[in-house]
């Protein structure tokens, strides 16, 4: 049963008042003073796009090896805009149980940016007639959604969320450059805005938490390195078609890791020979 009492929602479950029921309190009229999130929240709404307003007669400009070529290389980026669509669904109710309203607002344009990439890109391949890589064809796109959905708490699932997202920019960039003017060069044009927003929520949230927790950076600095570890084997396992359609591997991965070391020099989580270096 709900109640509303003053400025709260009151939850009475239980045997009954006599029987000694519990009460839950959460805040109907809460705080959005953080103006910083809030920001990034009006900016993920006034961003939001249509797979609907794309040219899709754009041309493909790609021969038919190259086009099942990049269905194959595409395959776990896509399955990563699912599963951080998922990933966020899960984790929205921890900002909420946690008070914290202006990370939920965002995460709510988040989810939608998510899925209409998911389905942006669904239909991209519909368009080029193609299908993504089964993840029995590439193991290691398993093994690198599950330790993502392995961080259940939403501080870990948002570092992974950011090293993902990295990948994700550098990815689209460096193929639209390689396919100007051609269909996947405009949807990736689109992409990338919501990706650099993402990115902007992310490394805004997880600096003021780790300084509230630097306990975490260890555990943050070894899940770099899984993921890193995984994303590397997804590319080795399709470099040949990689190469067909532009993407090479020193470029990405190279951008990838100095991108990844600039976040953790700005959140505080670089080791001391690091510093020294620079």
């Not at 959460?26 to 993920?44: A, Q, W, Y």
Request: glycine share 8%; aromatic share 10%.
């Amino acid at each position: 049963m709900g109640l509303l009492y003053g400025c709260c929602l009151v939850v009475v479950t239980g045997p009954g008042r006599e029987k000694g029921a519990w009460w839950l309190v959460i805040r109907v009229f809460p705080h959005i003073d953080n103006t910083k999130l809030m920001e990034l929240f009006r900016k993920g709404v006034e961003g939001q796009w249509s797979a609907a307003q794309l040219d899709w007669e754009r041309p493909i400009l790609l021969d038919s090896h190259e086009r099942q070529a990049l269905a194959h290389v595409l395959t776990g980026v896509y399955l990563g805009e699912q599963t951080a669509m998922i990933g966020a669904s899960s984790v929205i109710p921890q900002f909420f149980a946690a008070h914290q309203t202006e990370a939920q607002l965002y995460l709510a344009t988040f989810l939608l940016d998510e899925a209409r990439h998911f389905e942006t890109l669904t239909r991209f391949y519909h368009k080029i007639d193609q299908r993504p890589l089964e993840v029995r064809d590439l193991k290691a796109i398993f093994r690198y959604q599950a330790r993502l959905f392995k961080s259940r708490d939403k501080i870990e699932w948002l570092w992974g969320i950011l090293l993902s997202d990295i990948l994700a920019r550098h990815f689209y960039s460096i193929i639209a450059k390689a396919h100007p003017n051609s269909l996947f060069a405009e949807i990736a044009g689109r992409i990338l805005p919501d990706e650099a927003r993402h990115l902007a929520f992310a490394e805004l949230y997880l600096k003021a938490t780790l300084t509230e927790k630097p306990e975490l950076k260890p555990g943050f600095l070894k899940t770099r390195d899984e993921l890193l570890f995984l994303m590397k084997a997804i590319y080795h396992g399709v470099r040949e078609e990689a190469a067909l359609i532009g993407l090479d591997g020193t470029l990405l991965f190279g951008s990838v890791e100095g991108d990844i070391e600039k976040k953790v020099r700005r959140l505080g989580m670089a080791e001391p020979e690091a510093d020294e270096g620079e």
